[in-house]
């Protein structure tokens, strides 16, 4: 039978994926066969939007501006301001797009994102930790990833619980690309995923049931109870999820709760809140290409290859905000998180709690003639980390950060908005009895690191709904223990590492004048001194964190349609370009950052109550892990999903299927260390179709 795809030409891993000849130079036909799949990627979603711009004549839209956008203007929500005053690239997920997307988890709903790329190695649907990459960053992260403005995450590695935030108890995201580290502070260099958790409902008792099925010994429960009375506002959440995986020895299993309750009063409201993750992971480890190639459902053989993770996840806030007749609104929050996890394989045991707090102040007034928005705030945090495997000797990283910044924007009638913002923090960290295999040895002692970090912005209106926009960051990221501190046995710590240091310029346009055609389009480019990435290249198999100068620059696309009344359209695309400069890899692309990304969607509502979603990504030019020389073949892929569902009056139901065409491809591409012979392929599969059914009741 022929195959066929979804706005893609045949699968890319038809092909041999690598050469075992790491010297062996890759041939230029190669690069034109990639360039001329991405040319049918897009002249094929092109002929797409054109079939329904025909049908679209038929049932003519009318020409209707679009609401304007708000984003969160600061660390906290609470503060929002128009996206038309914004000088970002940002994208906001809202909760209608969550419910009619074929996302099982978070990470799933990311990939689509222009710039966004997720590392899964595991069991699949972001299962453990799974890492990501934004803007050019690649192994490491170089983004934040906030919960309601807590950092969830760190930016070295990045990886984050994405399972610890159903779907169901997200309002909306926001993708903040760019230096962020003058608000958000460390960690954004590349910038920030801001996961916004929905409100209590407004009526005394809202109750919300969902369930979900499928193959891969899928299943998902969960429930949500919400509501307004008096003063008093709460939620309560729970929720479970399990899946068998695709691939032998690659079981997940979650349990989730939480629960708000908060009281407004006449100076504002203050609440407190608490969640719960708890989950069991298990890793199948990296095949041969000939493993591979035999059945990549199976799992690496002997037990040193495979993992198993048993991690916990407990957050506690307690909040307040307040807006006050005179302009001034005031948001504030304390938190503390408490991880622990067991990593089997080694005998491994680690910790980490953090403890923090901001407090943030926003002041509205005119100046100039112009409307003056002002901002500024600080946060302290104290974070604790310690790790051991088996008898040796355990690791341990204490720091303290404490960072303050202010910003202030105005707008004129003229319709520019001149922005400016300032940061400033200090961070003390102090290593000891760092856990260091041969050749290292192990090493204690303090370190200081301080930043200053500005942001100049200018945002020029071009026309009701449009704007064009230019700015200039600086952002930072001190070592982590991630960084600093052996991750495994197989890995060595670097005491010496100095804080990445990152200056971006970017422009871009956008418009949101009418719903026939919005969109955008941004120009960046970022210098990096100091790029904190893993070397490969130490002796006896062994791998370490360095610094080393980098280049990221790149072209962001982003386009949305409203065919006809019963037809919307987007496509995202990213160019990205990120190489070292200087060191022994000057001129080399950085690992596991795709060169180009295309992603495009289609939703039908072809009866009423019924809806149909389709969704395509495609990824091409991806350096596998370890391969710093970049001598292997680089990895490409494209996966199709799709989601049908019936909604009547409190009742909604679907079917979401996942890689609908069964494609074999991989998220996370590998090679073996050069430290222990010739570098060969270590292949990640990803999982093959999955669907599940569900059903959700709201009361």
Request: some cysteine; charged content about 20%; glycine content about 10%.
């Amino acid at each position: 039978m022929r195959e066929w795809s979804f706005f893609a030409p045949s699968h890319p891993l038809r092909t041999p994926l690598v050469s075992n000849n790491r010297n062996q130079v890759r041939p230029r036909t190669e690069s034109f066969r990639s360039a001329d799949k991405l040319k049918k990627q897009i002249v094929s979603s092109l002929l797409l939007a054109s079939a329904f711009g025909v049908l679209a004549q038929t049932n003519e839209p009318v020409v209707v501006e679009l609401p304007e956008i708000t984003v969160t203007a600061a660390r906290l929500p609470g503060d929002a301001a128009p996206l038309s005053r914004v000088a970002a690239n940002v994208s906001v997920i809202d909760r209608e797009r969550i419910d009619s997307s074929p996302a099982f988890s978070l990470s799933d709903l990311l990939r689509t994102e222009a710039g966004f790329a997720l590392f899964d190695n595991s069991s699949g649907f972001g299962a453990h930790l799974s890492g990501f990459g934004l803007r050019g960053f690649g192994e490491k992260a170089g983004a934040l990833v906030l919960v309601d403005g807590v950092t969830a995450n760190e930016g070295g590695g990045g990886s984050f619980f994405w399972n610890s935030v159903p779907l169901d108890n997200i309002e909306r995201v926001e993708i903040i690309r760019g230096g962020g580290s003058t608000v958000y502070g460390a960690g954004a260099a590349a910038g920030v995923i801001n996961i916004v958790t929905r409100d209590a409902a407004t009526r005394p008792l809202s109750v919300e049931a969902t369930g979900s099925g499928g193959n891969l010994g899928f299943n998902m429960g969960a429930l949500r109870l919400s509501g307004t009375t008096n003063r008093f506002d709460y939620r309560v959440t729970g929720g479970r999820q399990e899946w068998s995986g695709w691939r032998d020895f690659s079981h997940f299993r979650a349990w989730n709760a939480g629960a708000e309750l908060g009281y407004t009063t006449e100076i504002g409201r203050f609440s407190v809140g608490y969640d719960h993750h708890t989950e069991y992971s298990e890793n199948p480890g990296t095949l041969t290409t000939a493993q591979y190639a035999a059945n990549p459902r199976q799992s690496a053989p002997g037990a040193f290859s495979r993992f198993v993770f048993d991690d916990e996840l407990h957050r506690g806030t307690l909040s307040y905000s307040g807006s006050f007749e005179n302009g001034w609104r005031v948001n504030s929050k304390l938190y503390h998180q408490e991880y622990g996890t067991q990593f089997l394989a080694f005998g491994g045991v680690g910790k980490e709690s953090s403890t923090g707090g901001l407090i943030q102040a926003s002041y509205e007034s005119e100046l100039f003639g112009g409307e003056n928005s002002l901002a500024f705030g600080g946060e302290g945090r104290s974070q604790f980390f310690s790790q051991q495997f088996g008898a040796a000797a355990p690791s341990a990283y204490d720091n303290t950060t404490f960072g303050a910044f202010v910003k202030d924007a105005i707008t004129f009638r003229t319709g520019t908005t001149l922005s400016a913002a300032l940061r400033y923090d200090r961070q003390e960290a102090y290593l000891d009895n760092v856990f260091a295999p041969f050749p290292a040895a192990p090493f204690t002692g303090a370190r200081e690191n301080t930043g200053w970090n500005p942001n100049v912005s200018v945002v020029q209106s071009v026309a009701k709904g449009s704007e064009i926009w230019a700015s200039y960051s600086q952002a930072y990221r001190f070592p982590s223990y991630n960084d600093v501190v052996a991750a495994t046995p197989a890995f060595v710590g670097n005491k010496d590492l100095v804080p990445l240091k990152a200056r971006t310029v970017e422009a871009g346009v956008r418009t949101r004048a009418d719903e026939r055609l919005s969109g955008s389009l941004t120009f960046f480019r970022s210098w990096i001194d100091n790029d904190i990435f893993t070397d490969p290249a130490l002796a006896f198999g062994f791998s370490q964190n360095s610094n080393n100068d980098a280049i990221r620059q790149g072209v962001e696309l982003s386009l949305q349609s409203r065919l006809c009344e019963h037809a919307s359209l987007f496509a995202n695309t990213a160019y990205i370009d990120a190489r070292f400069d200087g060191g022994p890899y000057a001129g080399k692309r950085q690992v596991l950052v795709p060169e180009w990304q295309f992603s495009s969607g289609l939703l039908l509502k072809p009866f009423e109550r019924w809806s149909l979603t389709l969704e395509n990504l495609y990824v091409t030019g991806q350096v596998r892990i370890n391969d710093a020389v970049n001598a292997q073949s680089r990895n490409a892929y494209n996966v199709v999903n799709a989601r049908i569902a019936y909604q009547r009056s409190r009742v909604t139901g679907w079917l979401a299927i996942n890689n609908l065409l069964d494609r074999r491809y991989e998220q996370s591409p590998a090679t073996s260390l050069p430290g222990l012979g010739p570098q060969t392929p270590a292949q990640n599969p990803a999982p093959g179709l999955a669907f599940q059914l569900g059903m959700r009741l709201r009361f």
